[in-house]
């Protein structure tokens, strides 16, 4: 079963403008990662934020990692057409060394 | 480049046939993961190794089987590939603070 759930589905904004995307999840990580994946490529890792982080930056990204609420957010700013891509969270669960994936956001960044 | 590499990058079989999707990392990674995923869907784990000469199963193994054959190789096998294993195919690595490295995928179709 898919432990994150990312919000929305599909998300199109303007270039220039921020685009910011949710997941939640369900049991107690270590960690929480954020992926790119553009259209018929593999996956490439953004960022991780680990479970006594709040917040973390990366560039144009900020990630956010609420435990309490179990929910973590990623905030590209400036976005650029090379932004489009989907993006998925994964969560590394406590003692298992395995990644668990959403379902994804599909972003398009309209030029 | 170091990462992760897949071979074949594009596979057709028809049901019933057999094969092997190779993975080999240079990185000197003890993890390794293969994942499948299917139209608007996020990653699923089929098989895991968490070090050279371990496996274990994880979400969606049914019909496949793996190959830890050293530090660097994991092989994910189709014994008699069915329709329903039409997907891409990912093999990832992990380091030590739990990032993870994605191979490119391989795009396989059972007629």
């Known amino acids: 079963s898919q432990q994150g759930e990312e919000d929305p589905q599909a998300l199109s904004i303007q270039e220039g403008e921020n685009a910011t995307m949710n997941c939640s999840y369900k049991t107690s990580i270590n960690n929480l990662q954020w992926y790119r994946q553009n259209s018929g490529r593999g996956l490439v890792h953004l960022i991780l934020i680990r479970s006594n982080e709040r917040e973390k930056h990366s560039g144009r990204l900020r990630v956010t990692l609420d435990t309490s609420k179990k929910s973590s957010s990623l905030l590209i700013t400036a976005s650029r057409a090379a932004d489009t891509a989907s993006y998925f969270c994964?969560?590394?669960?406590?003692?298992?060394?395995?990644?668990?994936f959403g379902t994804g956001t599909r972003l398009t960044i309209i030029p | 480049n170091a990462g992760v590499t897949q071979t074949p990058k594009f596979q057709v079989l028809k049901t019933g046939q057999s094969m092997t999707l190779q993975c080999a990392q240079d990185m000197n990674h003890n993890s390794m993961y293969w994942y499948r995923q299917d139209p608007g869907m996020g990653l699923r784990l089929i098989y895991y190794s968490a070090s050279e000469g371990t496996t274990d199963k994880g979400e969606v193994p049914n019909g496949y089987n793996v190959s830890r054959l050293n530090k660097r190789e994991f092989s994910l096998r189709l014994e008699s590939a069915a329709p329903s294993q039409t997907s891409v195919y990912f093999c990832?690595?992990?380091?030590?603070?739990?990032?993870?490295?994605f191979g490119s995928g391989t795009r396989l179709t059972v007629v």
């Open positions: 990832a690595s992990r380091d030590r603070v739990g990032g993870y490295t």
């Open positions: 994964a969560t590394d669960d406590f003692g298992n060394e395995k990644l668990t």
